[in-house]
């Protein structure tokens, strides 16, 4: 029971703030094989986010190379797998959100 809107605002600070988790999401980003967009069944959806850091999250990807649903499939990938990315979620929705 936690919002979507929250946890993948966290996602996006956690991306932009930090480098290890940035690095680690990255670099896992440039190892797998990525279907072209037109190619994935895919399901739109969307959350609000404050202007900054939309801003901030898109220049990183570009400065990384990896694209923004890349960041966030992988995000939710480690979310749904490993216990210390749901504490690092729920403690950024408790400090910036």
Known sequence: ???????????MHIFCDRSR???IISN????KTWLPQSQRP??????LYPVSLGDNFKNIC???KVKQYQ?????ANEYNSNSWMRNLVKQYMNTNN
Request: hydrophobic share 40%; proline share 0%; no cysteine.
């Open 42 to 47: 895919t399901v739109s959806f969307g959350w």
């Open 71 to 75: 960041v966030m499939e992988e995000m």
């Open 1 to 11: 029971g936690i919002s979507i809107t929250k946890a993948a605002q966290s996602m």
């Open 28 to 31: 896992r980003i440039e190892e």
């Open 21 to 23: 988790y940035r690095n």
């Open 62 to 64: 570009s400065k990384h």
